[in-house]
């Protein structure tokens, strides 16, 4: 299919929405009916078709304009990318990976002409068509990591790794959940996950690392990570919390449905060739809470989460101020009938909203 | 002055140890305030005839009592400031081998900590001991502007004047705690100042 690309903001205005298409391929987070953290990590090779989990990097409606709230973010804090001095070769190794995945995965969108190391990348959707030479930088506008960041969805982190652990030396971070790149680069896996809460306790953070210091070049994996944020707005940052949090208390009973938005975060991890780095996207999507609700078993079983999760996370993600308030929203497309197992809607076969 | 224990924290949060003499042609010891009162504890002639210390008194008057255990150099210095260069001098051509020693405020020891590991030194090779003020050094996550000796809770923000509460999460690069707008859902908000660890 062609992909139609909305003109929408993720600020000011927020204009953003979502397609009946980008509604039934949201990657809904909860598997059941009660969420708590474990190292729900799965090979990344493919799904069902038109998931979001078919390519490697999804491109869908809002990249266009995703991309421009980038740009925006950028340029009033250039802090957001950065790359320590040894990631530049990690940096080529990124570039590599996504031209190649995205004009193998959408050749009607991009395209890309090597010969030898003269290069020539076509971006449709951007408007770019850039000559330049593989591994010389002189010869791109940025780094290879900007570069390549500025048209790619979702933010990356890039680890080196060493010691048998994965420092974040580079990234370019502009659609956080709340945490600072600035902060945290040159941080080791276990300090950049400090401010979790619980995770630490039940040994996630120790085997998850396990399993990302072994992922294999071609064998890339994935998990899903989920928050709430009021307005869809991309750059909830430390940085600009002054600025946001403000928003957060904007809600009411009557605005909840349109406003509220669940993040989910698709965070995909690959080995690099070169640099031995792993790459880590983290690709935010967001709902309103009134297009989740037109998928029942979502509905239902988006309540019984929220309702039961336990304090600590709640506020942690930051929203426990507003929770009594989405639940007095959501219980109303809550039933009390049985869900199915799994993320996936199941329009066709799970019951629509009993009313009484 | 009884050392103080800091509660149990995230894992982002340095722990600081006790200093020891270690063996070793090269030993360089900087520390500031009631730090020197960690070096006090492990001198001995030995030792001192091999040692660089730099001591910064921050208003204390232990230097007298440093320069007296007559090491093989000793610089006194107004501020850290002021010393940076110097320390970075001596960082750069430390020999492998060489051992530092850092005592006294977490600012003063994170911020050598950040130049030593610039020069190469792997930040677990250095041995630390807290003494004297609690106080932290903060940058503000909104302006990047750092606060020097934040000994209370909520605080201002001496650059851009937001209320920022103090978390735990550090950054050894910035040697800094991470400091967050406090009353961005309700400003103007601002509960009353408590310092810290009470
Ligand atoms: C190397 C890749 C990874 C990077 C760069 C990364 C980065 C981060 C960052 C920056 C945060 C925010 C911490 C804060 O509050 O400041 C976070 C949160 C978290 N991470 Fe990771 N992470 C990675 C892999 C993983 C893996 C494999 C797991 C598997 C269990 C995991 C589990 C979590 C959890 C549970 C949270 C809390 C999220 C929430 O409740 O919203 N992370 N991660």
Redesign the interface.
């Known amino acids: 299919m062609t992909l139609q690309f909305n003109d929408e903001t993720f600020r000011d205005d927020y204009s953003f929405h979502n397609s009946e298409r980008a509604i039934k391929r949201f990657p809904f987070p909860f598997d059941k009916d009660s969420y708590m953290y474990a190292v729900n990590m799965e090979q990344h090779r493919g799904g069902p078709s038109d998931s979001i989990y078919e390519k490697r990097f999804d491109v869908d409606e809002h990249y266009v304009s995703e991309m421009r709230d980038r740009a925006m973010v950028l340029a009033d804090d250039p ?1 957001r990318c950065q790359s320590l001095p040894h990631m530049t070769l990690a940096g080529w190794d990124l570039l590599e990976l996504i031209m190649v995945s995205k004009s193998e995965d959408y050749p009607d969108l991009f395209e890309l002409h090597r010969d030898g190391d003269k290069w020539h990348w076509v971006n449709k959707p951007l408007g770019i068509d850039d000559h330049f030479t593989f591994m010389d930088g002189t010869t791109l506008p940025y780094g290879p990591m900007e570069y390549i960041t500025r048209q790619t969805q979702g933010d990356f982190c890039v680890l080196d790794q060493r010691d048998d652990n994965l420092w974040m030396d580079a990234g370019t971070i502009t659609t956080q959940a709340d945490w ?1 790149l ?6 080791n896996f ?6 979790v809460p619980l995770a ?1 306790e039940k040994g996630i953070f120790v085997r998850a690392l396990k399993f990302l210091l072994n992922i294999q070049q071609g064998a890339p994996a994935r998990r899903l990570n989920w928050t709430m944020t009021v307005n869809p707005l991309l750059d909830t940052s ?9 928003q ?2 904007s809600l009411t009973p009557e605005n909840i449905g349109a406003k509220q938005h669940l993040r989910v975060e698709l965070q995909t991890f690959f080995r690099l060739p070169r640099s031995n780095a792993l790459v880590f996207p983290i690709r935010c999507y967001l709902c309103a809470f009134q297009d989740l609700m037109t998928v029942p078993k979502w509905g239902r079983r988006l309540h019984r989460v929220i309702r039961d999760l336990p304090e600590e996370l709640a506020t942690y993600k930051g929203f426990i ?1 507003n929770r009594p308030m989405m639940l007095d929203y959501l219980s109303k497309f809550d039933d009390g009938l049985p869900t199915s197992n799994g993320i996936w809607p199941e329009i066709d076969s799970e019951p629509p909203l009993k009313s009484d | 002055m009884p050392k103080f224990e800091f509660p149990t924290s995230i894992l982002s949060r340095p722990v600081y140890g006790v200093l020891e003499a270690r063996a070793g042609h090269q030993h360089l010891m900087i520390a500031d305030a009631e730090g020197a009162e960690a070096i006090l504890d492990i001198a001995t002639p030995d030792l001192m005839a091999k040692t660089h210390i730099i001591y910064i008194p921050k208003g204390t008057d232990f230097a007298d009592e440093l320069r007296a255990l007559n090491p093989a150099q000793f610089y006194q210095g107004p501020s850290y400031a002021a010393s940076v260069s110097r320390i970075q001098r001596v960082l750069q051509d430390a020999a492998m081998g060489l051992q530092l020693y850092l005592a006294g405020t977490e600012g003063l020891m994170g911020q050598v900590q950040s130049e030593a590991m610039k020069a190469g030194i792997p930040h677990t090779a250095i041995q630390t001991e807290h003494r004297g003020s609690t106080a932290r050094r903060m940058q503000c996550v909104h302006c990047k502007g750092i606060t020097e000796d934040v000994a209370t809770d909520p605080f201002q923000c001496s650059h851009c004047n937001l209320n920022l509460f103090v978390r735990d999460h550090y950054s050894r690069r910035i040697a800094a705690y991470q400091a967050v707008c406090i009353d961005a859902e309700d400003p103007g908000y601002v509960p009353a100042q408590k310092g810290l660890y009470e």
């Not at chain 1, 600035?182 to 941080?187: A, H, P, R, T, W």
């Not at chain 1, 276990?190 to 401010?195: G, T, V």
């Open positions: 802090l600072s600035d902060f945290d680069i040159g941080m276990f300090e950049w996950h400090a401010p630490h430390p940085e600009n919390y002054h600025k946001w949090g403000i957060k208390t101020d």
